[in-house]
């Protein structure tokens, strides 16, 4: 799926940091924990990273000897860029499916790697109310195959939700979709 954005963006590094980045915002790294994940030496992911500070897509903060990077929400593109991310690694599919098939659902959380911007191939994802396990089964089969990627899911219901929230707090999660409260 990143091969949508090779098209458009020839440096890897820089559509790695998009990725990371632009997936949940709320993330923050430094220099050599991206070169680490990425498998790439500190100097190619240093000069990507000045190109996309100076062109404000990053912000930069330092943290004691380290700098720490994350996605601008300030920048006019920011929208964009977030949402043509979301499409490249399938979510927006994912959602739109479960939402509009699966029973009564509450909410859904992305969980683990994807929650901190890392493609790893496994889509970890938490739903929290009454879902049609046999249609989320031929949902994720289905979805697998288009976003070439892997879909895990818990399903819980609003107690076991509320027991799990503890644990959910010490992992990556982002929030994706919550249903609208009524009145």
Same mark, same amino acid.
């Given at each position: 799926?990143?091969?949508?954005?090779?098209?458009?963006?020839?440096?890897?590094?820089?559509?790695?940091?998009?990725?990371?980045?632009?997936?949940?915002?709320?993330?923050?790294?430094?220099?050599?924990?991206?070169?680490?994940?990425?498998?790439?030496?500190?100097? %190619?992911?240093?000069? @990507? /990273?000045?190109?996309?500070?100076?062109?404000?897509?990053?912000? *930069?903060? !330092?943290?004691?000897?380290? +700098?720490?990077?994350?996605?601008?929400?300030?920048?006019?593109?920011?929208?964009?860029?977030?949402?043509?991310?979301?499409?490249?690694?399938?979510?927006?599919?994912?959602?739109?499916?479960?939402? %509009?098939?699966?029973? @009564? /659902?509450?909410?859904?959380?992305?969980?683990?790697?994807?929650? *901190?911007? !890392?493609?790893?191939?496994? +889509?970890?994802?938490?739903?929290?109310?009454?879902?049609?396990?046999?249609?989320?089964?031929?949902?994720?089969?289905?979805?697998?195959?288009?976003?070439?990627?892997?879909?895990?899911?818990?399903?819980?219901?609003?107690? @076991?939700?509320?027991?799990?929230?503890?644990?959910?707090?010490?992992?990556?999660?982002?929030?994706?979709?919550?249903?609208?409260?009524?009145?």
């Amino acid at each position: 799926m990143e091969d949508l954005f090779t098209g458009l963006i020839s440096s890897k590094t820089r559509i790695k940091l998009l990725m990371k980045f632009f997936f949940n915002p709320k993330t923050s790294s430094y220099l050599r924990e991206l070169a680490t994940e990425f498998n790439l030496s500190t100097n %190619s992911v240093r000069e @990507e /990273l000045n190109q996309m500070t100076r062109t404000g897509f990053l912000t *930069s903060e !330092k943290n004691g000897r380290q +700098v720490h990077y994350s996605a601008n929400p300030k920048h006019p593109l920011f929208p964009e860029l977030k949402s043509m991310v979301g499409k490249i690694m399938g979510i927006d599919q994912v959602i739109d499916g479960i939402v %509009s098939r699966l029973g @009564e /659902l509450e909410k859904a959380y992305l969980i683990d790697d994807y929650a *901190s911007g !890392k493609d790893t191939g496994i +889509v970890d994802l938490v739903l929290i109310g009454e879902v049609n396990q046999y249609q989320l089964n031929d949902l994720s089969r289905k979805t697998e195959r288009y976003i070439k990627r892997k879909i895990r899911t818990l399903v819980l219901n609003r107690e @076991e939700f509320y027991n799990f929230e503890k644990e959910l707090k010490n992992r990556p999660s982002l929030l994706i979709w919550e249903a609208k409260k009524e009145g």
